[in-house]
């Protein structure tokens, strides 16, 4: 525990001296919750009809706003990893007396801790354009919960993408992938205005049910079927995975 929170230090002191990661994390979701609230708001709202159950559009936009801010924040990590891995660092806090896995913490804790204040930045702004929740403090308690536990889950996978990757640019497949499956989802639009093939990918993907999930947490609204089991346990296997994968990665002889 004392090597990670050294690592964990560390991290924070890179962050603090490199602020565009913050920056990147909250800039994006904040411009596109701005593009969908303020351009495409008004088509959208009444596109979706009763699925925003009388609210405003906005209402239904942030949870997927949310998630989309965890996964720019695990982007980041993946790079920041990478380059740690490029540069020889990680290499040489092999050969030191600390603990392994305190590398490794130190990154997924610092980077969780990161996304959640950039999450929390993310509701401010979403409040100050009419972002309404109803949700109880029992339910934003289990929002916060489940968001915690998506972006463990998202940035063990990050970390695991930055020790395989040889470069920062190996990196990009897992971007694109964290970047494009927000709009397959319910992130956006109700998975039932889509078409064919597309509305069968957007209601089985990992996202839609954890967006559906903290949807009706936020609001305050009944969760749709079984979206919260779902949730959690993509969320459960997605960190396990991850972090197997992370672990296995840097136990590998570097040679």
Known sequence: MRDAVTMLRRNTKHTLRNPGALIMTIGLPVVLLLLFTGVLGGALNAGLGPAIQGGDYIDYLVPGILLMTVGYGSTTTAMAVNRDMTEGIIN?????AISRASVLTGHVVGSTVRTLISAALVIGVALLLGFRPAGDLVRWLAAVGLLTMLALALTWFAVAVGLLAKTAE????????????????????????MSGSVRWFAKHEPFTPIIDALRGLMLGTPIDGNSGVVAIAWCVGLALAGYLWARALFRRDPS
């Open 92 to 96: 040489r806090f092999r050969t030191m």
């Open 170 to 193: 190996e990196t990009s497949p897992f971007v694109l992938v964290v970047q494009l499956l927000p709009f397959l989802s319910s992130a956006f639009v109700s998975p039932e205005s």
